[in-house]
């Protein structure tokens, strides 16, 4: 059912990490990363979160992971090496009860808390703008 207060957001960030990572660190980041959006959203109105869905790549392997309520852990399938480099994690988060613009500044507030890594460049790239200019943080 869609109606008037549904709401679809995409985004892609890419982490170019100085140091390699862990595996499970990823993954924490990733969960925490989920969690923060579900609550927020929450927090600011949604009142039912359809699906937020989000895949990391690296060159060691991917996790996707997902959340549909704001209360539940995110399950997180695939697998992963210790020692990534870089990561890319598409984010979708498809919910009713909140305009597109408070989500997108929900989801990229989220990326610097929840997916920083010591000396990490972040970029974020809105997936359905026409500019797609990446927002650099670190």
Known sequence: MLTDDFTA???KVNINLKEPVSADSIQ???TTFLSLIASECSDNGAYLI???KCVVESEKGFYASSITAPTDTPSVRGEMEDGSES????????????????VKQITKAAVPVSLSFVDAEIKIWDLESEENQPI???
């Open 28 to 30: 924490k980041k990733l």
């Open 87 to 102: 990561l890319e994690v598409i984010i979708n988060v498809l919910l009713y009860g909140l305009d597109k613009l408070t």
């Open 9 to 11: 957001y995409a985004a």
């Open 136 to 138: 650099h943080f670190g």
């Open 50 to 52: 359809g699906h937020i």
